[in-house]
């Protein structure tokens, strides 16, 4: 070890610790076939006290000591390697559950492993320190670590790092990114779509809604109760009722400094606004994509149209119970919202306008409800302020032939249907997020986020007539959810905790379950995947793929999204996933194809993919977003720094940067054979970072 | 009763969903489809969606006149009384336009002059109706051949994409080219419900070839990487990836990304020279159309290509010269490409297997031009431009009326065809998939509604038919 020059003993030790905490050998050679049965723990080597709790994942040296220190090592690879644990962890054995006997279970890994004992199916072992970091950065912060968190990470020795990690990665300003990004998928926030432009004003400021709504860990139910009663500006701008001249429009209007866009949910309203049809439409589309996005329950858009039975029988139990008047008796709820328009500039009107005749590119709806008991009758024939059941034509069959109105009702059971004063769209918030179908639905979907598969899948098909096996559905039908007690105990403990993203997040990503590996000793049959006996791999999303290789390359672009996202780095922060910058002006269109091959949907009519295509194996391979990245002209970023490094460390520099982990011994051997074979030595490790952009373990969250 | 009261009942009566699931057979379940089959590429759709086809009663005989589709459409919807429908309305037409009659057809050279010399090889329908005035609703429902806002229409894929799914059996194994490309899109729709290899595959025309095929480095370069990459993944990517099936996929993934690159084939398809791309005017457009027409020549597997052109949305300063978007400059664009498209297709005798589609969504008011912007605004009645793949050239189906000073007017008197009524987005997606020897009546019921998915909607009802009077 003496060629280790770190100038202090204190980090000399560290590094060695980075090195023994490093975990099984990562690699391609079999090597892990032949570990042998472990001991369960990590060697103590203490002493270590530069990364102690109270240091967090700082940054292991600054970037110039760093960088100093990299340039004078070089690695003894075989000798440090050799002393790496053959070991990996393994779970404790199955708690013997008190309640095994009825079933009943409490948590998540008492549910996961109960379940999958008696399926006999066993379970595989834990994940290592650093496949564990890199997932779990990935899905909390869709981001991968950077080398100094992967070094500081495995060097780290204390029992409960796991656990930091993720409440450290929980209070990044990158959770907030990521999980606005989902939310943006869920709620479909896009600029346009076949029903409605939202215009890139209404898109940024729902989406500003989302991105304060995660930075402030709201409440998951207060902002279900935010959005259904949303109020004002789609934009969250404020107007003058009226503009006295041009100069006070400009002053007003046109001023985004003054009067930028706000943060404002009125964009979830808007979203649902249904064109081509009787007022009663939007209604039903808003209560549509209400049971949707909240309850799981795609199944009201069909009973909209017409009672569930007849049509739903094979489908749902619930579904074929569920009659056409109970969707309109949830539309209600909406209608006292009037028809919103596009609100636009009226600046051609004003006088001295010197565009005189052209419009500002500026729209926005105003959603506002009638003052309760008012009702209103458009010159349209809608009749807002309560909801008539008697249409002809539009988006729905015809309603009632007779004039009939509907009283709003919440009736997806459980809940008293009292109204407990207030708007009607309050209440519909508070009725939908006293449901426990609302809590389930929600850690269905985010458990999905994390494990690929929801414990209800797809998680937008609830029936909920089959979740509760006390009362077992008619013959012939099982039970839906795959675990059916512990949706029904994460969903409680959802709502006992305030319905707060982070607990679920912690809970979920602490739990051995998700920190199980995903390699599977012996037979794997694709139906264990219900039983999340192993951890499921699924491919970068676009955003990561996207992000992840701009932070492995070291080379950062800044787009201009909009008028109000300016200077943005990572494609995480991109209010949408249409319409997105292009790429620089070098290489225009380069960032929007390498985005686009990794299928991000279009938050429409099309929903985001995971498959794997070759126009992705394409881009990564040839697109110039990653091919400048690695270029060995004039290089920059990790390229540049790897340069500076003797063989050896150059090679684990670049594996530690874009895969988020240590070579293997093997890995490194035959890397530095080929980086000292080579004539040109630049090209030759500008060869390598392409081809570990090209890994499988860099496409892949494993 | 007439075709035409047929048809306005069942409208009305079916206005926004079929029926038509009643007698469906009861099938296993979607999900089991959507998870027991993993893996990267892995879904084989003809496999699981076999079983639960079946066609809708009274089989129908597609025409089979076509191989491949090229489907121009011109986003913002042109104005139908400024081009294939022209009507000449003494001051308010520029007299620049110089119309002529040729073939019988009135045309203004001034704007589609290379498409008048190639007007017996295309057929013009002027019976056209749009269902919404709405771009985004409208510029969906052409491209789904249904209402958005139904049912299906949440779900539906594209055109493309059904011709996609349907002539996959038809793909030989040495052809390399996905099935439905896009060039030029900016946001158009996706394979729906099918998986996601159906979709459209966008890419941009470029004159080096095809986009994200070319490795800036050399040939030399990425062999070496190549090879380095296949030595340092190892087994990740192979069968016994110890990742599981998805990274087995990879594999296989790379193998048919590296069939596109340094293939002479593609090269020939997607580059171009300056000649060729000043014949096709030289515009973005243009350059697309004249992949487009390269990559049917080279018939490797594609067999839908839609390539978009934008700012027809001529609100304001429609006529005016110096104006960016006017009319002048996109007749411009789109005629030289058009023209140049027809020609080229004919000489190399390719004409006859590939159908040219061209429309908007909807069309532009007729008449004079709105008195607060000099323009056109949103109007139902449109034209829909077809050409080879069987298609009859020569001939005008439907006509309109003449239209005085601004309001209605320019609509249908004479629907030209046995339906008797108004040509729909829907009739012009069953004439696609007839003259594609698709049966447009076809149901499929994988769709994740376990509602039937009809490929023409209410087919059951015998609602929408193709346009047969244009292969006659």
Request: with cysteine; aromatic share 10%.
């Amino acid at each position: 070890m003496d060629r280790f020059d770190f100038g202090s003993e204190a980090a000399r030790r560290c590094v060695l610790a980075v090195l023994l905490c490093a975990g099984p050998a990562w690699g391609a050679e079999g090597a892990d076939l032949d570990w042998e049965a472990p001991d369960g723990s990590f060697p103590d080597h203490g002493g270590c006290s530069y990364f102690g709790p109270q240091e967090g994942l700082g940054p292991f040296l600054s970037a110039a000591e760093d960088m100093a220190a990299m340039q004078r090592r070089t690695w003894d690879t075989r000798r440090v390697l050799a002393m790496l644990p053959q070991s990996r962890r393994q779970l404790a054995p199955a708690r013997a559950g008190a309640g095994s006997a009825t079933g009943a279970c409490s948590g998540i890994d008492d549910c996961i492993h109960q379940a999958a004992s008696s399926a006999g199916v066993p379970l595989t072992y834990l994940t290592t320190d650093q496949e564990f970091l890199r997932r779990v950065r990935l899905d909390l912060t869709g981001r991968i670590p950077s080398r100094d968190e992967v070094v500081a990470f495995l060097a780290d020795t204390s029992d409960d790092k796991r656990e930091r990690l993720v409440d450290r990665l929980l209070d990044t300003p990158e959770w907030a990114d990521r999980w606005a990004m989902f939310f943006g998928d869920h709620f479909r926030n896009t600029r346009i779509t076949a029903q409605v432009n939202r215009y890139p004003d209404g898109r940024d400021s729902f989406h500003l809604y989302l991105l304060e709504s995660m930075r402030e860990n709201k409440p998951y139910n207060q902002m279900a109760q935010e959005m259904l009663a949303a109020e004002g500006t789609s934009d969250g701008r404020t107007y003058p009722q009226r503009y006295s001249s041009y100069s006070h429009y400009e002053s007003t209007y046109l001023n985004y400094a003054e009067n930028p866009v706000r943060a404002s949910p009125v964009g979830y309203i808007v979203g649902a606004r249904t064109t081509g049809g009787p007022i009663q439409d939007t209604y039903d589309t808003l209560a549509f994509i209400t049971a949707r996005d909240f309850l799981g329950v795609s199944a009201l858009d069909c009973v909209l149209c017409h009672d569930g039975a007849g049509h739903l029988d094979s489908l749902s139990v619930w579904g074929a119970q569920a009659t056409r008047l109970n969707g309109w008796r949830l539309a209600a709820f909406y209608s006292d919202i009037p028809r919103f328009q596009t609100w636009r500039s009226p600046a051609r009107f004003l006088p001295n306008n010197p565009n005189n005749g052209r419009r500002v590119n500026a729209n926005y709806y105003f959603v506002h409800d009638l003052a309760p008991g008012r009702r209103q009758r458009s010159n349209q024939g809608d009749t807002a302020g309560e909801y008539l059941a008697q249409t002809q034509g539009g988006n729905r069959p015809d309603r009632l032939h007779t004039d009939t109105f509907v009283e709003p009702a919440y009736t997806f059971g459980g809940i008293p249907a009292t109204s407990a004063g207030g708007r009607l769209r309050q209440q519909v918030g508070w009725h939908l997020t006293a449901d426990p179908q609302f809590a389930r639905a929600a850690v269905n979907y985010i458990w999905r986020e994390f494990f690929s598969r929801g414990i209800v899948e797809p998680p937008d098909q609830f029936d909920l007539a089959r979740l509760d096996p006390a009362s077992p559905p008619p013959e012939g039908w099982g039970i839906q959810p795959s675990h059916p007690e512990l949706l029904e105990w994460l969903g409680g403990a959802f709502r006992d905790n305030g319905f707060d993203l982070k607990w679920l997040m912690r809970e979920i990503t602490t739990s051995e379950t998700y920190q199980l590996s995903s390699r599977y000793d012996g037979p794997y049959n694709p139906l264990y995947e219900k039983h999340f006996v192993r951890h499921q791999v699924k491919r970068l999303s676009a955003e990561q793929v996207h992000d992840a290789i701009m932070v492995a390359s070291g080379r950062y672009a800044s787009y201009s999204v909009s008028r109000t996202l300016r200077g943005i780095q990572y494609a995480t922060q991109f209010s949408d996933v249409v319409n997105v910058p292009q790429g620089n002006a070098r290489r225009p269109r380069s960032a929007r194809l390498l985005l686009q091959s990794f299928t991000p949907g279009d938050r429409e009519e099309t929903g985001r993919s995971r498959t794997g295509s070759p126009l992705q194996a394409l881009n990564l391979m040839n697109n110039p977003f990653v091919t400048d990245r690695v270029s060995p002209n004039a290089p920059t970023g990790t390229l540049a720094e790897a340069l500076q490094l003797a063989d050896d460390a150059l090679v684990a520099h670049l594996y530690l940067t874009v895969l988020s982990r240590y070579p293997t011994e093997t890995e490194i051997a035959f890397a530095v054979d080929y980086v000292q074979a080579a004539s040109d030595r630049g090209a030759a490790a500008s060869n390598l970072l392409w081809a570990l952009f090209n890994k499988t373990d860099f496409y892949f969250n494993y | 009763m007439s075709e035409r009261e047929r048809f306005n009942r069942l409208v009305r009566r079916r206005q926004p969903e079929h029926k038509g699931f009643f007698e469906r057979p009861h099938l296993t379940r979607r999900c089991f489809f959507r998870h027991a089959v993993t893996g990267v590429g892995g879904f084989v759709l003809g496999q699981t969606a076999a079983p639960g086809e079946t066609r809708a009663a009274g089989s129908v005989v597609p025409k089979n006149t076509a191989t491949s589709v090229i489907f121009l459409f011109l986003r913002g919807a042109p104005s139908h009384v400024d081009t294939f429908d022209f009507k000449e309305l003494p001051g308010v037409t520029p007299r620049d336009f110089a119309p002529e009659t040729i073939n019988g057809i009135r045309i203004p050279t001034a704007l589609l002059g290379s498409t008048a010399r190639v007007l017996d090889k295309v057929a013009i329908i002027r019976s056209g109706l749009a269902w919404a005035r709405a771009h985004p609703l409208s510029q969906t429902w052409m491209q789904i051949g249904r209402n958005p806002t139904s049912a299906t229409g949440r779900i539906a894929p594209h055109i493309g994409s059904v011709v996609a799914i349907e002539k996959d059996p038809e793909r030989r194994p040495d052809q390399v080219f996905p099935a439905f490309i896009s060039l030029q899109a900016r946001n158009i729709s996706g394979p729906g419900f099918f998986p996601v290899e159906y979709g459209p595959f966008q890419t941009f025309p470029s004159q080096d070839g095809l986009l994200s095929a070319i490795h800036p480095g050399g040939k030399r370069t990425f062999e070496e990487r190549w090879e380095l990459l296949h030595a340092i993944d190892g087994n990740l990517r192979g069968p016994d990836s110890p990742f599981g099936a998805q990274a087995s996929g990879m594999g296989g993934l790379y193998g048919n990304a590296r069939r596109l690159m340094f293939n002479p084939t593609v090269n020939q398809a997607f580059a171009f020279t300056d000649e060729e791309r000043v014949r096709y005017g030289s515009t973005g457009f243009g350059n697309a159309v004249l992949t487009a027409r390269k990559i049917v020549q080279q018939d490797q597997g594609t067999r839908f290509i839609q390539v978009d052109s934008f700012g027809w949305d001529h609100h304001a300063a429609i006529y005016d010269q110096s104006a960016n978007r006017s009319i002048y400059r996109q007749t411009q664009e789109f005629d030289a490409a058009f023209g140049a498209l027809i020609q080229d297709l004919d000489a190399s005798g390719h004409l006859d297997r590939t159908l040219v589609v061209a429309c908007g969504e909807f069309g532009r008011t007729p008449g004079q031009l709105s008195a607060s912007r000099i323009g056109r605004d949103h109007y139902l009645q449109m034209f829909f431009v077809l050409a080879g793949g069987g298609v009859q050239g020569g001939q005008v189906i439907g006509s309109t009326n003449d239209t005085g000073g601004r309001g209605p007017g320019a609509f249908t008197v004479e629907p030209g065809w046995y339906r008797d009524r108004d040509i729909r987005p829907e009739d012009i997606e069953a004439t696609i998939y007839s003259a594609m020897g698709i049966d447009w009546t076809k149901v499929r019921y994988d769709d994740p509604q376990e509602r039937g998915f009809y490929y023409v909607p209410l087919a059951d009802d015998d609602a929408y038919a193709p346009v047969d009077e244009l292969f006659t």
